[in-house]
C-alpha cells in the first residue's frame, strides 16, 4: 500500500493509569533522624517520565500521533449507582498528580469528556467509524477488553477484540463486579465461576447472552433492576452512547 492510501496511526493512551503510576513511583520517603519523616517527589522528573513513555510508545507502535485520556471530575456513573467508587474517597492521591494531568493537557494531546472517565472516552474513540486512521487503545486496564478495539497492553505487541470477545468479557464484568470500582456484581461470583456460567455462550449475540445473564441474576436472588444497574456501570460506553456537546449519555440497555 502506498503512503498515499496508508492509515495514520494514533495511539489512544490511559493517562490516568500512566500519570498515576509514574506521579506514584517517583514520591520518595526521607527519614531525618530522631523520628521526623518527609514525603517529597520531584514534579520535573515525573515530567520527563510523562516525555519518555509517551515518545517510548509512539517509536515502539510506530505511532503517527496520539491522544492521552483523562477522567473528568463528574462522573455518570454516580447517578446509575451513587455508592460507585466511594470506596476510593479516603485514598491519598500521589502529590504531583494534579500538576501531571494539567501538563498533559497543555503538552500531550490531554483530553477531558465532561461526565466521563477515561475508559469511556478511549472506548468511544476506538470505536468511532474511521476511513484514514487506526487507532489503538494503550492501556494495561482489563475493562478495555470489553470493548471491540486493537488494544496494546504493553506497549509493544497489538491484539485485536472482536465484538463477540468485548460483549461476552462486558457480561462477565457485569457478573462479577469490580470491587475496585466499587460496584459488587453478584456476591460470590468471581471471574472462575462466572465463565463457568456463561462460557458456552462465547459466540452468542450479546441480547441472548443477556438474557441468559439477568437469568442468573433471577436465580441468586436479585432483580432484573438490579442486573442493569450493574451492566451499566460495568459497561465501557461506544460510539454513539455519548453526546459531546451535552456531556449526556446514553445508559446501556437493550429492549
Not at 510508545?57 to 471530575?73: E, F, I
Not at 451513587?82 to 483530553?111: F, Q, W
Request: with cysteine; net charge positive; aromatic share 8%.
Amino acid at each position: 500500500m502506498s503512503d498515499k492510501y496508508k492509515k495514520k496511526r494514533v495511539l489512544l493512551i490511559d493517562g490516568d493509569i500512566l500519570l498515576y503510576k509514574i506521579a506514584l513511583n517517583n514520591e520518595i520517603d526521607t527519614h531525618w533522624g530522631d523520628g521526623l519523616w518527609t514525603l517529597h517527589c520531584d514534579e520535573k522528573v515525573c515530567k520527563a517520565d510523562v516525555d519518555a513513555v509517551i515518545d517510548d510508545l509512539g517509536s515502539s507502535l510506530s505511532a503517527d500521533d496520539y491522544v492521552v485520556a483523562l477522567t473528568d471530575k463528574n462522573n455518570f456513573r454516580k447517578d446509575v449507582l451513587p455508592s460507585y467508587k466511594n470506596n476510593r474517597r479516603e485514598k491519598r492521591k500521589p502529590m504531583v498528580l494534579k500538576a501531571l494531568r494539567d501538563y498533559v493537557i497543555e503538552k500531550h494531546n490531554g483530553v477531558v469528556w465532561k461526565n466521563l472517565e477515561a475508559d469511556d472516552v478511549l472506548g468511544i474513540m476506538a470505536t468511532e467509524p474511521t476511513l484514514h486512521e487506526e487507532r489503538i487503545i494503550v492501556s494495561i486496564d482489563k475493562d478495555l477488553r470489553t470493548v471491540p478495539c486493537n488494544l496494546s497492553a504493553n506497549g509493544v505487541t497489538i491484539e485485536q477484540i472482536p465484538e463477540r470477545l468485548a460483549d461476552y468479557q462486558f457480561m462477565v464484568q457485569t457478573l462479577t463486579g469490580d470491587k475496585v470500582d466499587g460496584y459488587d456484581g453478584i456476591d460470590g461470583v468471581g471471574i472462575v465461576t462466572a465463565e463457568k456460567l456463561i462460557k458456552k455462550y462465547t459466540n452468542v449475540k450479546l441480547k441472548d447472552l443477556w438474557k441468559v445473564v439477568k437469568g442468573i441474576y433471577k436465580d441468586k436472588g436479585y432483580s432484573e433492576k438490579e442486573a442493569l444497574q450493574q451492566a451499566r456501570v460495568a459497561h465501557i460506553l461506544r460510539h454513539g452512547e455519548y453526546n459531546k456537546k451535552t456531556g449526556k449519555v446514553k445508559l446501556w440497555q437493550i429492549k
